[in-house]
């Protein structure tokens, strides 16, 4: 088992809490190692949201939880109400992330208000002196790197990737094995996914490289994309290929063009990393596919309902190698537009 970076930040930020708590005089920690816990996020943007978000959430509460006090008492009846009440009021500003914290702020401030004023106010001041080491925490220590995290990912879907669609037409893995192996794609997948969303809030950031954050992210969203249209080819040999009548005749074919497609995707991968030489072709031939298409068209034609299963393999398979192609041409665009600019950037200088 290993620690991530995100646990052990949690850690720190809790012990930081803590730390800064005792510093201060507060009469527990408790409530601003809460809020430590709550705050910590796996974007710098997300962690810098989630601050302002707790901070209204969390004043609104804690002024609503003074009021009700002032107004029922501390009951436990009136506690419950106001717990309600916040809940659809975070709803209702699309803050459903700061809910947790901000009924802790309500509870420890109605509880603290049977004492004192001051107390109560001591209460929110705990909150955010925990939310403030959370953030402190997630931006210095480890920040996280979400495109060196996504390119580790990618790598990983691949490697899952090529590997059953290499022995998705010989069947020569095990169904077990090969069912295994296809649920880690499709996690992998939703973590490619989860990783595309904190790309996308990025660029609220980034204003000074807005153009050129989109052009990655609009790269980033099709290696996705070739990702998904490969599994659905994985969908389509295992629905289509096997129940078909003329499927034994065509598995040699299909084998190798599977073979050359995944050898295109990695090539690919390496050139986006700028491992590949510039010179270097890594297109599969484009006539070897007219040709295939030619002969299932004519196969197709002596029996139409016994072999058009075939054209359900095929067409995931030509699609999968269009959506390759195309990343191609983007990957092309963005080193070419980095290029550009670092030679704009070498004239500026010199």
Same mark, same amino acid.
């Given at each position: 088992m290993t620690i991530g970076a995100r646990v052990l930040k949690t850690g720190m930020a809790v012990a930081l809490a803590i730390y800064i708590s005792n510093l201060i005089g507060f009469p527990s920690p408790l409530i601003a190692a809460v809020a430590a816990i709550f705050t910590i996020q796996p974007s710098i943007y997300r962690s810098w949201q989630q601050i302002a978000d707790q901070l209204q959430t969390n004043l609104l509460g804690?002024?609503?939880?003074?009021?009700?006090v002032r107004l029922f008492g501390h009951t436990e009846i009136a +506690?419950?109400?106001?717990?309600?009440?916040?809940?659809?009021?975070?709803?209702?500003? @699309?803050?459903e992330s700061t809910i947790g914290l901000t009924l802790v702020t309500v509870v420890? +401030?109605?509880?603290?208000?049977? +004492?004192?004023?001051?107390?109560?106010?001591? @209460?929110?001041?705990?909150?955010?002196?925990?939310?403030?080491a959370a953030f402190v925490v997630n931006v210095a220590v480890f920040p996280p790197r979400p495109r060196k995290q996504f390119a580790v990912q990618m790598n990983e879907a691949y490697r899952q990737l090529s590997l059953l669609l290499r022995t998705a037409i010989s069947n020569e893995m095990k169904e077990q094995v090969y069912r295994k192996e296809k649920? !880690?794609? =499709?996690?992998?997948?939703? $973590?490619?996914?989860?990783?595309?969303? +904190?790309?996308?809030?990025? @660029? !609220?950031?980034?204003? @000074?490289?807005?153009q050129s954050h989109a052009r990655k992210l609009l790269l980033t969203k099709q290696e996705i994309k070739?990702? =998904? !249209?490969?599994?659905?080819? #994985?969908?389509?040999?295992?629905? =289509?290929?096997f129940p078909s009548a003329g499927g034994g005749e065509w598995g040699q074919r299909f084998d190798h063009q599977l073979e050359e497609l995944t050898k295109y995707h990695e =090539?690919? #991968?390496?050139?986006?990393?700028? $491992?590949? !030489?510039p010179s270097a072709l890594i297109e599969p031939n484009e006539e070897r596919e007219g040709r295939l298409i030619e002969d299932l068209t004519r196969y197709l034609q002596e029996d139409p309902d016994e072999h058009k299963r075939l054209v359900f393999v095929a067409s995931a398979m030509f699609e999968y190698a269009y959506h390759l192609r195309r990343l191609e041409k983007l990957v092309d665009q963005v080193q070419q537009r980095s290029e550009d600019k670092g030679r704009e950037q070498d004239k500026a200088e010199g």
């Amino acid at each position: 088992m290993t620690i991530g970076a995100r646990v052990l930040k949690t850690g720190m930020a809790v012990a930081l809490a803590i730390y800064i708590s005792n510093l201060i005089g507060f009469p527990s920690p408790l409530i601003a190692a809460v809020a430590a816990i709550f705050t910590i996020q796996p974007s710098i943007y997300r962690s810098w949201q989630q601050i302002a978000d707790q901070l209204q959430t969390n004043l609104l509460g804690a002024a609503i939880a003074l009021l009700a006090v002032r107004l029922f008492g501390h009951t436990e009846i009136a +506690v419950g109400l106001v717990c309600i009440v916040v809940i659809l009021i975070s709803i209702r500003l @699309r803050m459903e992330s700061t809910i947790g914290l901000t009924l802790v702020t309500v509870v420890a +401030v109605m509880e603290a208000n049977t +004492v004192g004023w001051t107390f109560a106010v001591q @209460r929110v001041l705990m909150v955010l002196t925990g939310m403030g080491a959370a953030f402190v925490v997630n931006v210095a220590v480890f920040p996280p790197r979400p495109r060196k995290q996504f390119a580790v990912q990618m790598n990983e879907a691949y490697r899952q990737l090529s590997l059953l669609l290499r022995t998705a037409i010989s069947n020569e893995m095990k169904e077990q094995v090969y069912r295994k192996e296809k649920e !880690k794609l =499709h996690g992998t997948l939703r $973590k490619l996914e989860e990783r595309f969303l +904190v790309f996308e809030e990025e @660029r !609220k950031l980034l204003a @000074r490289t807005r153009q050129s954050h989109a052009r990655k992210l609009l790269l980033t969203k099709q290696e996705i994309k070739v990702l =998904h !249209k490969g599994t659905d080819l #994985l969908d389509a040999v295992e629905e =289509h290929y096997f129940p078909s009548a003329g499927g034994g005749e065509w598995g040699q074919r299909f084998d190798h063009q599977l073979e050359e497609l995944t050898k295109y995707h990695e =090539h690919i #991968l390496l050139k986006n990393e700028g $491992k590949m !030489k510039p010179s270097a072709l890594i297109e599969p031939n484009e006539e070897r596919e007219g040709r295939l298409i030619e002969d299932l068209t004519r196969y197709l034609q002596e029996d139409p309902d016994e072999h058009k299963r075939l054209v359900f393999v095929a067409s995931a398979m030509f699609e999968y190698a269009y959506h390759l192609r195309r990343l191609e041409k983007l990957v092309d665009q963005v080193q070419q537009r980095s290029e550009d600019k670092g030679r704009e950037q070498d004239k500026a200088e010199g």
